[in-house]
């Protein structure tokens, strides 16, 4: 586990391991969720390469009145 330091202007560098494990390049944009008392940092993806990615997902599935 490495720890990361925040500065005065409340930044933070994600370390070298982290950014290449995760392929995470200069100018790639990040949604900062916050979860249970912790920060997600997701990265932002282009609608472009979402698209389709729920190709083949079953749509039979039992829906509550108030969902059709």
Known sequence: ??????????????PREVREALRIRPGERLHAIRYRGHIALVPVKARKSVRGFLKGIATDVPREPDRR
């Open 1 to 14: 586990m490495t720890t990361v330091t925040v500065s005065s202007k409340y930044q933070i560098v994600i």
